[in-house]
């Protein structure tokens, strides 16, 4: 079951759009969120961001996710 730590991790990165952005906002080091981000990934089993160098974009799961 999602952790709220991660729920709310993933929420500051897809409004952000930015992962250290979100960090700042929520007060954490940028390899944390990474890190619960990966996990809520993971513990969903789907992809809700992707990531490349210079962007992050939220999937369509992510998109259903943020709005639900």
């Known amino acids: 079951m999602p952790e709220l730590r991660q729920l709310r991790a993933f929420a500051a990165v897809a409004q952000e759009l930015n992962f250290t952005r979100a960090a700042e906002?929520?007060?954490?080091?940028?390899?944390?969120v990474s890190k619960s981000v990966r996990r809520l990934e993971?513990?969903?089993?789907?992809?809700?961001?992707?990531?490349?160098?210079?962007e992050v974009r939220l999937t369509p799961a992510g998109a259903a996710l943020l709005d639900g």
């Open 25 to 32: 906002r929520l007060h954490m080091g940028q390899q944390a």
């Open 42 to 54: 993971r513990e969903l089993g789907v992809t809700l961001l992707e990531r490349t160098t210079r």
